[in-house]
């Protein structure tokens, strides 16, 4: 007979982990960027942190967004021809709006659907590329 390790009992350790490790992070100048568990068998738990080194739109400039944004720039495919792609020119930190909705631009991130990532309320969205000019138009 094997011992599961249930759903319930995964949500209560990573939630007591969390609480736990993010006063270590933050005494230790780190931010946390992921944390992910899975269950069954047993528990496993994979953290991952970064450096916070705000810019002067107070985003996280060591976020791993921000660095790919910074070292590889973004093009946005809005459409099927190579006349339907926009270069994401915006600075980090750049406020713009979607669907009435106030966004700050914080990065890209390398895998996924919709790679734009921007922050509302402090939480994290990942935005369509559709909203690539909205985000140069209120940069300019």
Known sequence: MSNIVSSELTKK???EVQAALLPILEKHGLKL????SKYGDSYGLSISASPTVLGESGVN????EAIYFERFGYTAWLGKSLDDRVELTAKLGTKFT??????VFIGI????KNK?????DGQTFFVHDSAVPAINKASA
């Not at 960027?33 to 992910?36: D, E, H, L, W």
């Not at 734009?116 to 509302?120: H, M, P």
């Open 13 to 15: 350790v990573s939630a």
């Open 33 to 36: 960027t992921k944390i992910s």
């Open 61 to 64: 400039l060591a976020s791993p």
């Open 98 to 103: 979607v669907a009435g909705k106030e966004y």
């Open 109 to 112: 991130r390398s895998r996924g």
């Open 116 to 120: 734009v990532v921007a922050q509302r």
